[in-house]
C-alpha cells in the first residue's frame, strides 16, 4: 500500500514538474530579456535555479509564459528581439523603468497579445510600421517615453482596441484617419507631441470613447461637428493647439463633461452646463497591475 502511495505521489510530482516547465526557446527569450536589461541590477532578481512559473513577474499557463509584469523594477538596456519567441504573451508590463533603445520589430509576432504597457521609459525611435498586426490588443500604452515618426495607421486594424494611450513622446505628422476604425475605443490620448493638421472627422464615429486628450500639438482647422456624436464622452482636451474655430463643439452636450479644456476663453459663455473652474488638465494616467507585483 505505501509502496502504491509513493507511486502515487511520484506522478503527482512529476505532472506538477512537467506544467511548471516551460519549453527551452521560452525560457531563453526571457533570460535574453535578463540580460539585456540588466537583471543583476533589478530589484525583484530571476533565480534559474527555480522553475520559470516562480520567477517574479511571470504567470505561467498550460506550459507557456502568457504574462510578463516587471513594473517599477529598475529595468535597463533595451527590448531584445527575442521577446518575439514568447507566442503565447497575452499581457507584457515594463512600465515605470528605464528602458531605452527601440521597440524590437519581433514584437508584432506576439500574436495573443492583449496588453502592451511600456509607459515611462526611455524607448525612442519609431513604432513598427506592422504593430497593427496585434489584432487581439486592448491596451497599448506607450506615454512619455522618445517615440517619434508618425502613427502608425496600421493601428486602425486592431479592431479590439480600448485604451491608446501615446501622450507626452515626440510624434509628428497628421493624426491618422484609421483610429476612426476603433469602434471599441474608449480612450485615446495623444497629448503633448508634434502632431499637426486637422482632428479626422472619423473620430467622431468613436461611440464608446470616454477620454480624447489631444492637448499641447499643433493641430490647426475647426473641431469637426461629427464631435457632437461623442455621447460617451466625459473627458475632452484640446487646449494649447492652433484650432481656427471652436463653434462645433456647441454641438455637444455640455452635462456630459467631467472634464473640458480648450483655449478660447472668451467664447466660453457659449456653453452652458459647464462649471469651467472645475475643469482642469486631465492627469496623464500612471497605472498599472500593482495586485501582480
Do not use: C
Not at 502613427?151 to 491618422?176: A, D, E, H, T, W
Not at 468613436?206 to 457632437?228: C, H, R, S, T, W
Amino acid at each position: 500500500m505505501r509502496k502504491l502511495i509513493g507511486i502515487v505521489i511520484l506522478i503527482l510530482v512529476a505532472g506538477q514538474v512537467a506544467l511548471a516547465k516551460v519549453p527551452d526557446t521560452e525560457r531563453k527569450a526571457l533570460l535574453e530579456l535578463y540580460r539585456t536589461t540588466k537583471g543583476t541590477e533589478w530589484i525583484k532578481k530571476w533565480d534559474e535555479g527555480v522553475p520559470v512559473s516562480q520567477w517574479h513577474g511571470i504567470t505561467v499557463k498550460q506550459g507557456h509564459v502568457v504574462q510578463i509584469n516587471l513594473f517599477r523594477n529598475n529595468l535597463k538596456g533595451y527590448i531584445p528581439e527575442a521577446i518575439g519567441q514568447l507566442e503565447y504573451l497575452t499581457s507584457l508590463n515594463l512600465a515605470f523603468n528605464t528602458i531605452e533603445g527601440e521597440l524590437p520589430q519581433a514584437i508584432v509576432r506576439l500574436r495573443n497579445l492583449k496588453v502592451l504597457k511600456l509607459e515611462m521609459n526611455r524607448i525612442k525611435g519609431k513604432l513598427p510600421e506592422s504593430i497593427g498586426e496585434l489584432h487581439h490588443l486592448e491596451e497599448l500604452s506607450m506615454f512619455n517615453n522618445f517615440l517619434s515618426g508618425t502613427i502608425p495607421k496600421s493601428i486602425g486594424q486592431m479592431k479590439n482596441l480600448k485604451v491608446l494611450n501615446l501622450s507626452s513622446n515626440n510624434f509628428f505628422g497628421r493624426i491618422p484617419n484609421a483610429l476612426g476604425a476603433l469602434s471599441k475605443l474608449e480612450s485615446l490620448g495623444l497629448f503633448e507631441n508634434s502632431l499637426y493638421g486637422s482632428i479626422p472627422s472619423e473620430l467622431g464615429g468613436l461611440g464608446k470613447l470616454k477620454e480624447l486628450v489631444l492637448a499641447n500639438n499643433q493641430l490647426d482647422g475647426a473641431i469637426p461637428a461629427e464631435f457632437g456624436q461623442l455621447a460617451s464622452l466625459e473627458i475632452l482636451q484640446l487646449q494649447n493647439n492652433k484650432f481656427d474655430s471652436f463653434d462645433n463643439l456647441q454641438l455637444m452636450d455640455s452635462k456630459q463633461f467631467l472634464v473640458f479644456d480648450y483655449d478660447k476663453s472668451d467664447e466660453k459663455g457659449q456653453f452652458k452646463n459647464i462649471n469651467f473652474s472645475k475643469t482642469r488638465m486631465a492627469d496623464t494616467k500612471f497605472e498599472d497591475d500593482v495586485d501582480n507585483e
